[in-house]
């Protein structure tokens, strides 16, 4: 096998599933591979489950190994999991060994999807174990095939992870020599591994020369790099020349703290440069630093990855040490000694906890500036807000006073210092603190509504179900707005409905639940119910006719009446839209009936297929519809005409008087696409050729508009096609899609295109459309191949 075999099997089966009119499946297998190397997570979750599901309904296993793995690898690489993605882990590779899957060329991946995510858990615990399934792999892999480099990186990381360095950079070395000879070359993040070793043996400079030379090997192949290994090669080289004392210029290398925020893959290393750079006084070791260590560390909790998550844990507490925050490092330390637990192997980073939290405890506790009693006056009289941590730090040393307090006096010292640690990124702290109150004092009710946001904030699942049982009892409207809550937060809105109408039939005055069961019911496209509830809530919002204006306490918010005409709107309830618009202020053209106008053009922003969104221009038609403009293809279930509902709240603001003046000219309201009210039935065919001129391009669409087709040009400036006078792209090319109406036929089609293009210098090619017309498509196959389309 070639090391490009499983790319050949990829567009070999794209073309057959494409021959097969399996097109959304072609596309997810051609594109899921980028969005799990790239962390485009949010396009992956979109199309992931529609091609897996597609792929088993058709009987294709191999599509449905290599539509896994690259999940897996997103899960694992780009998202960090670990217990968390064990399941599927453990699956896939029973999958893969099948006998129906066994000979897949991607099958031998999931041996490297399952040590990473062993590798995630507990790297060092796992050694052994990764180390057998690793070597069994490679024994079964040629050097020639792309997963022989993966593998070779793999095991370079276990060694490394059983503190043999030397070993990892020899076994590294090896691979590659043998990569070579088989007319290979080795990946960018063969490089990335092979500096990781150097690193690790105390030899920063030549992993940053190793470095260095991987990427020019790279480019100087003819590869580019994109933003993913830009980001990579900046923090591996950031961690590098801080180890160095280079701080200037590992602060240009170092990416902006928001994109570590965004992609996980790159925190450790991001937290490692961190440390020496603040250690060194080049980067602001602050309350700030602090919060966003802290929720990685969380984040990592809760996904299972346990040796990662100490490892952060330890960085982010040694930091807290150094600029004085005692009780975030104990924090940080209970979580540590929470992780160890459910280590297999813990020589040297059991130690290193532990002086941590000898370190921690060395600090000064804080004094006083007055009574227990009096210090929560003090904090909330201030005029200008303190630094956080060292605000906890006054709340944990009047807490150690509590006994001189009354109970309740107590309890809000206790739920002041839980929510600071809460808002620091230390909820399972605060959530421990908690319990232990609450148990003390169990029918103060904001100890119940701190915790149960805690333990949501926390994604602490079986904690809430502790505690909703607990209440339900005596408290079950409570009870219920916490699960509706904890099923939003998990995406599962089926239950957030049900959970807050039970709240609702035992409290219907209630508000903000009120607008949770109407967005839960959106979500749905339950739009008929969603707008029972915002009527609803009108109904038991706004003061009754004759109230005295001083007793009138206004609690509807004008995003509610939006909500409600935009649900009224998906009803075609065509009154209240106006009833409420009216309220408004909103002026329409007719009295009643449907609302059908022309008042200015925005974007509706709607998904593809493959997870993207899509910005599309439209003509607004009224309070929440608009009807989109271009002619669209199958990657977007909407076309040329269609009417949509749109979300209220426009997505990003209006330019401020001093943006400058084309800005502020180009800027039209972009809204997020709700559901499509009318479909207008267009079909779409693409035509493909030569550029006729501006003249002969507006009589055309004018000619098709009058006959109320469609038209949309895609292609830009930089579409050229061949000129076949030269035989060289030289000619500038047009590529548009044409939005035939439901009242024309394909064939009628065919025949309008060709009468209008008739007498044009350059023929344009539909070779598509002619096909379903029943028209000769020889000419259009000859214009493709003349022009180069």
């Known amino acids: 096998m070639s090391g490009n075999d499983i790319w050949d099997w990829v567009y070999d089966t794209h073309g057959r599933l494409v021959e097969d009119g399996q097109h959304r499946l072609a596309t997810a297998l051609v594109e899921i591979a980028g969005h799990a190397v790239d962390g485009r997570n949010e396009q992956l979750d979109a199309m992931f489950p529609e091609a897996l599901a597609a792929a088993r309904a058709l009987g294709l296993p191999w599509v449905e190994v290599f539509l896994r793995h690259w999940r897996l690898q997103n899960l694992l690489n780009k998202r960090h999991q670990g217990e968390q993605a064990m399941t599927e882990a453990v699956s896939l590779l029973e999958f893969a060994h099948r006998e129906e899957t066994a000979d897949c060329p991607q099958s031998v991946c999931a041996v490297q999807d399952f040590t990473i995510c062993h590798a995630n858990i507990d790297g060092p615990g796992y050694v052994p174990e990764r180390l057998a399934v690793l070597e069994e792999a490679l024994e079964r892999v040629e050097p020639a095939r792309a997963c022989f480099d993966c593998l070779s990186r793999e095991y370079a990381d276990t060694l490394e992870d059983d503190d043999r360095a030397e070993a990892a950079l020899a076994h590294l070395d090896r691979s590659q020599a043998r990569i070579l000879a088989a007319g290979q070359s080795v990946s960018l993040a063969f490089g990335h591994a092979r500096a990781s070793a150097l690193h690790r043996l ?64 790159v925190r450790h ?151 600071l640690l809460a808002t620091l990124g230390h909820e399972q702290r605060s959530a421990e603190l908690l319990w232990q109150r609450l148990d003390q004092d169990p ?46 937060a998990q995406g599962r809105w089926p239950e957030a409905l049900e959970q807050v109408e039970a709240l609702l039939a035992l409290a219907p005055e209630r508000i903000n639940p009120r607008r949770l069961a109407a967005a839960a019911a959106t979500e749905l496209g339950e739009h008929d119910r969603a707008q029972r509830h915002w009527q609803q809530l009108l109904a038991h919002a706004l003061p009754a006719e004759g109230t005295p204006p001083e007793q009138q306490h206004r609690t509807v918010q004008p995003s509610d009446l939006w909500h409600l005409i935009t649900a009224a709107t998906a009803n075609r309830d065509w009154a209240v839209v106006r009833e409420v618009g009216a309220r408004l202020g909103i002026e329409f053209d007719e009295p009643d009936g449907p609302v059908d106008e ?192």
């Open 269 to 419: 290393r991001w937290a490692d440069a961190v440390e020496l750079l603040a250690a060194a006084d080049r980067f602001e070791n602050d309350a700030a630093l602090g919060v966003r260590l802290a929720r990685w560390v969380s984040y990592l909790d809760t996904a299972g990855s346990h040796r990662p998550c100490l490892d952060l844990a330890l960085t982010a507490g040694r930091l807290a040490v150094r600029r004085g925050a005692r009780e975030v490092a104990l924090a940080l330390v209970a979580t540590g000694e929470r992780k160890l637990a459910l280590l297999r192997r813990t020589d040297r980073v059991g130690e290193q906890l532990a002086g941590l939290r000898t370190a921690a405890l060395a600090l000064p506790v804080a004094d006083l500036p007055t009574g227990p009693g009096e210090l929560l006056e003090l904090l909330a009289a201030r005029t200008e807000p303190g630094d956080p941590e060292q605000d906890l730090e006054l709340l944990c040393a009047a807490w150690a006073r509590a006994a001189e307090l009354a109970p309740a006096a107590a309890t809000d010292l206790l739920l002041s210092r839980a929510g």
């Open 598 to 789: 022309q008042w200015q053009y925005v974007t509706v922003r709607a998904r593809r297929g493959n997870g993207a969104h899509s910005d599309l221009p439209a003509l607004r038609t009224g309070p929440a519809t608009a009807r989109i403009l271009p002619v669209l293809g199958e990657d977007i279930q909407l076309n040329h005409r269609d009417l949509v509902v749109f979300s209220p709240a426009p997505l990003e603001p209006e330019p401020g008087e001093d943006a400058p003046a084309a800005e502020r000219e180009r800027w039209r309201p972009t809204f997020e696409l709700l559901t499509l009210l009318d479909p207008a039935g267009y079909t779409t065919w693409f035509v493909d050729g030569a550029w006729p001129g501006q003249p002969a391009w507006e009589e055309l669409r004018s000619a098709l508009r009058e006959r109320e087709f469609g038209v949309w040009a895609y292609s830009g400036e930089q579409y050229l096609v061949t000129d076949p006078a030269t035989g060289r792209p030289g000619l500038a090319g047009v590529y548009a899609a044409v939005g035939v109406p439901p009242t024309a036929s394909a064939a009628e089609a065919d025949a309008l295109l060709a009468e209008l293009t008739a007498g044009w210098e350059h023929p344009l090619s539909w070779v598509a459309l002619a096909g379903a017309a029943g028209a000769d498509t020889a000419r259009h196959q000859e214009v493709v191949e003349r022009y180069g389309l």
């Open 202 to 265: 105390g030899r920063p400079q030549q992993a940053l020369d190793s470095l260095a030379a991987a990427e020019a090997a790279f480019t100087g192949a003819g590869h580019a790099l994109d933003e993913d290994d830009r980001r990579k090669l900046g923090v591996i080289r950031a961690r590098l020349l801080a180890t160095l004392g280079r701080f200037d210029e590992a602060l240009e290398q170092l990416p902006p703290a928001e994109q570590a925020d965004a992609f996980a893959d």
């Open 443 to 488: 029918g103060h009710q904001d100890l119940v509504g701190m915790l149960g946001s805690v333990l949501v904030e926390a994604r602490d699942g079986e904690g809430l179900r502790r505690l909703t049982d607990r209440i339900a009892p005596s408290a079950p409207e409570t009870a219920h707005w916490l699960r509706a809550r904890w099923a939003v």
